[in-house]
């Protein structure tokens, strides 16, 4: 029997038998009144049984939870950390889905609120101050089985900067039933504000298997105080019929005006020769590439000069200054790119300062070995003169990776802010190039041309611009000859636009100081 069929078997007997009852049952004998008494009572029954059949009727069992709308949830997320944590993913916008201290940290209404929502991203925090968590671009089914993601990763905040440390390539990502896991991670265990931790997330690091152990991820502290889960969406590309932001004509005429150009320029100082121009910047950010690009254009196919890649260290340990041909056997053009050993954050490592200083004086010789624990020291003897102005730098160029802008670490920002306070001592002009701008926005990969239409690459060369402390109009987006075999016209225009762009810096730099004004 259902339980309308119950409660209306209830109410036909209390409308048909409840005076009979009372009446052999000699409860209100004593009542001046039992006829009506025993009418009320039984009225207010009726009504009572009434109310509970119309509420089954309008009722469905079990009944559904009401949820906060994760709209009106605040985010546990600083947003500092959100901006850096999207800089790992691209060009996502993050919306919570679920937040445990809201919605209960139970496996049912972890599902019930992130199944079939795409990719997700998943934080937790814990007693102790640690921020970890984990994507997968597997979004969640309940189906039982266990999830093989080569896109996932684990990660966990150092300070400001996220680590993010993809797990083994064919391992079990995690088990699409329960709470959320990650490897031998498991989060909300059993329902429960904890962390399981079955063993140790595995991954790989060129042919050697690592572990991330509990002690560098989450301090050992297995207690949650909270548990966000984020849903991943890409934002829209930008309109290719929105207006661009720099006007650039992509065309041959333009890439061999450019080169014209560029060939019959003369530096405004007649005592200077060539304009020297000095590549700043981290390690892997592109200074090396950057000159083999232009070398590429001029030489006429793709080169490698300089060593260039992606090493953890810096692959350049000497000053080089690079003179460009005008074709293999072709005469020397009128500028010198002067490459250097990277920026490194930590104190006694990458580029020092003070070479820095001896450099825009003019004082460093080519090929000479930097040393990191010590600074050069000039021969005073023949150094006893300053350097000639030909000698000197003309324009410092910083090099910045555009996927790594939001994940510019303090000390690396305080390192460049302190170059920049020398560099303006001198008066020389300073350009930042922010390179890999197709890596950073699927837009700009699909269409090269599409870099100044970019919504996205306008935001980085505003945040460089703002964390750097440079007007937007000294900001250049690039993109370097990496993995092509061949030249590409917009590659070229791009690169030789940036170029001219440095050597009318220079001629600035070189009309302020002329001995002759």
């Not at 209306?8 to 052999?24: A, C, G, P």
């Not at 998943?122 to 671009?137: I, K, M, R, W």
């Not at 996205?456 to 750097?468: A, D, G, P």
Request: aromatic content about 8%; glycine content about 6%.
């Amino acid at each position: 029997m259902s339980l309308i069929q119950t409660l209306q078997w209830i109410l036909f007997n209390v409308e048909m038998n409840f005076i009979t009852f009372v009446r052999r049952s000699k409860i209100l004998d004593a009542c001046p009144h039992p006829v009506k008494t025993v009418c009320v009572v039984r009225d207010i029954l009726i009504n009572v049984v009434h109310w509970q059949i119309n509420s089954v009727e309008t009722t469905s069992y079990p009944p559904k939870m009401q949820y906060t709308k994760t709209e009106q949830v605040a985010q546990a997320l600083p947003e500092e950390k959100k901006q850096r944590l999207r800089a790992l993913l691209g060009d996502v916008d993050l919306t919570l889905l679920y937040k445990a201290s809201v919605h209960g940290y139970d496996a049912t209404t972890f599902h019930q609120l992130c199944d079939r929502q795409g990719p997700t991203l998943l934080v937790a925090y814990n007693n102790s101050g640690y921020v970890f968590g984990g994507y997968t671009s597997v979004e969640y089914t309940q189906s039982g089985q266990n999830v093989i993601d080569e896109e996932a990763f684990v990660f966990y905040f150092q300070g400001k900067i996220p680590v993010c440390v993809k797990i083994n390539s064919g391992q079990n990502t995690r088990v699409d039933t329960g709470g959320p896991s990650f490897g031998e991670f498991y989060f909300c265990h059993n329902d429960q504000p904890v962390l399981y931790n079955h063993g140790s997330i595995l991954y790989k690091q060129g042919s050697n298997v690592h572990t991330i152990n509990a002690t560098t991820m989450y301090g050992n502290d297995v207690h949650l105080n909270e548990c966000e889960v984020y849903k991943i969406e890409q934002i829209p590309p930008v309109s290719v019929e929105e207006k661009p932001w720099r006007n650039v004509p992509w065309t041959t005429e333009r890439r061999d005006e450019l080169v014209k150009l560029i060939k019959n320029y003369k530096p405004l100082e007649s005592s200077v020769n060539r304009i020297r121009i000095l590549m700043i910047g981290p390690v892997g950010a592109g200074k090396s590439s950057f000159f083999n690009s232009i070398n590429s254009v001029f030489t006429g196919h793709v080169t490698n000069k300089a060593m260039a890649g992606s090493s953890g260290t810096s692959l350049t340990t000497q000053f080089r200054t690079y003179p460009v041909k005008d074709g293999r056997e072709g005469k020397l053009l009128p500028f010198v790119l002067c490459d250097t050993m990277g920026l490194e954050e930590q104190s006694g490592a990458g580029l020092d300062i003070e070479d820095i200083s001896s450099i825009l004086q003019g004082l460093i010789p080519d090929r000479y070995k930097f040393n990191p624990m010590a600074p050069f020291e000039p021969d005073e003897q023949k150094f006893s003169k300053s350097a000639s102005m030909d000698q000197k730098t003309h324009c410092v160029v910083y090099v910045i990776d555009a996927t790594k802008v939001s994940l510019m670490s303090s000390k690396l920002e305080e390192k460049l802010a302190g170059i920049r306070k020398k560099v303006n001592s001198l008066g020389v002009p300073q350009i930042i190039l922010i390179t890999k701008v197709d890596e950073a926005c699927p837009l700009v990969e699909e269409d090269l041309e599409k870099v100044y239409v970019s919504s996205y690459i306008k935001t980085k060369v505003q945040e460089v611009s703002s964390r750097l402390g440079v007007p937007v109009s000294c900001v250049l987006p690039v993109k370097n000859y990496s993995q092509e075999l061949e030249l590409n016209l917009s590659c070229d225009v791009l690169l030789l636009t940036v170029l001219q762009q440095m050597l009318r810096f220079a001629d600035d730099y070189l009309d302020d100081v002329s001995p002759s004004k």
